[in-house]
């Protein structure tokens, strides 16, 4: 009877967490974009969900913005101001790197899945850059040179190694 409870929970237990999670985001978003309104237009205009759907109208909205050169400029200043401060600068490049995972219009550095053989050692790994000319000498030293990352399990971190391109196989695999 352990057994089935315990295989019960080990089987209910993801799939609770990622509801509640869902829900806990939802009302967070609603609360974030809904309250303003219900504040400013009082109880009687506001609804549930309200803060989602105005959300979604922010989110097309600044979209459609930085498709126009003059805001992405701004933007783009914006973002070098940000990168210059130095506690926002940890927080806004790593979230930006998160995001940029999200972002299927451009091209994704993380793309190709693969498997090194290297002296016999054979692991599956992403390629995250081919070329190394914005970073410090001496690393990827060789146009040959590739750098591959290798995800520990939970995706909590990894290791990123640089080897040469002839211990490379593409493998025909999705990232995720």
């Given at each position: 009877?352990?057994?089935?409870?315990?295989?019960?929970?080990?089987?209910?237990?993801?799939?609770?967490?990622?509801?509640v999670l869902?829900?806990?985001?939802?009302?967070?978003?609603?609360?974030?974009?809904?309250?303003?309104?219900?504040?400013?237009?009082?109880?009687?205009?506001?609804?549930?969900?309200?803060?989602?759907?105005?959300?979604?109208?922010?989110?097309?909205?600044?979209?459609?913005?930085?498709?126009?050169?003059?805001?992405q400029n701004?933007?783009?200043?914006?973002?070098?101001?940000?990168?210059?401060?130095?506690?926002?600068?940890?927080?806004?490049?790593?979230?930006?790197?998160?995001?940029?995972?999200?972002?299927?219009?451009?091209?994704?550095?993380?793309?190709?899945?693969?498997?090194?053989?290297?002296?016999?050692?054979?692991?599956?790994?992403?390629v995250t850059?081919?070329?190394?000319?914005?970073?410090?000498?001496?690393?990827?030293?060789?146009?040959?040179?590739?750098?591959?990352?290798?995800?520990?399990?939970?995706?909590?971190?990894?290791?990123?190694?640089?080897?040469?391109?002839?211990?490379?196989?593409?493998?025909?695999?999705?990232?995720?």
């Amino acid at each position: 009877m352990k057994k089935t409870l315990l295989r019960g929970f080990i089987g209910l237990a993801p799939i609770l967490i990622c509801i509640v999670l869902i829900v806990w985001i939802v009302n967070q978003l609603d609360w974030l974009f809904g309250k303003p309104i219900a504040w400013i237009f009082g109880d009687k205009v506001y609804f549930p969900g309200m803060g989602i759907i105005i959300g979604l109208v922010i989110l097309f909205l600044m979209g459609l913005l930085l498709n126009n050169w003059v805001i992405q400029n701004f933007y783009n200043w914006f973002e070098r101001l940000l990168k210059r401060i130095p506690l926002l600068k940890t927080i806004y490049t790593s979230i930006n790197d998160l995001m940029s995972f999200f972002n299927t219009g451009q091209k994704k550095e993380m793309g190709k899945v693969v498997l090194v053989d290297y002296k016999g050692i054979k692991m599956i790994g992403l390629v995250t850059r081919e070329t190394f000319d914005d970073l410090p000498k001496g690393i990827g030293t060789s146009h040959e040179d590739v750098a591959v990352f290798f995800p520990f399990s939970y995706q909590i971190g990894g290791m990123t190694v640089i080897v040469p391109k002839s211990c490379i196989q593409p493998v025909d695999m999705n990232i995720e």
